[in-house]
């Protein structure tokens, strides 16, 4: 294997476990729910969602408020809980 590759495979190992290094202003993002697939969508700080919750006039559903856990350090910070109320108790 040529050595460049090498190199270019072990940095990609490094940067694996460095996720401070990402950081997303747009994605399209498909999401497999309980009941269908949804389109989850994000621009900057702004967050969309194709399923019923969000279409009925909620800004947020699960869907996002999973993807701003899950992406919580690779989005900018106003994104990241923009619609969870401070005051939510959390479940385990």
């Not at 949804?38 to 996002?64: E, K, M, P, Q, R």
């Not at 350090?73 to 959390?90: I, K, L, T, W």
Request: with cysteine.
């Amino acid at each position: 294997m040529n050595s460049s590759l090498i190199g270019k495979i072990e940095k990609a190992r490094r940067y694996e476990h460095e996720l401070d290094r990402i950081h997303f202003h747009k994605a399209d993002i498909e999401f497999r729910g309980e009941h269908d697939n949804y389109v989850i969508t994000l621009d900057g700080s702004n967050w969309h969602c194709s399923c019923h919750t969000f279409a009925t006039g909620f800004d947020t559903c699960s869907h996002i408020m999973a993807l701003q856990r899950i992406m919580h350090d690779m989005v900018e910070e106003n994104a990241r809980y923009q619609h969870e109320s401070p005051n939510v108790v959390e479940v385990s």
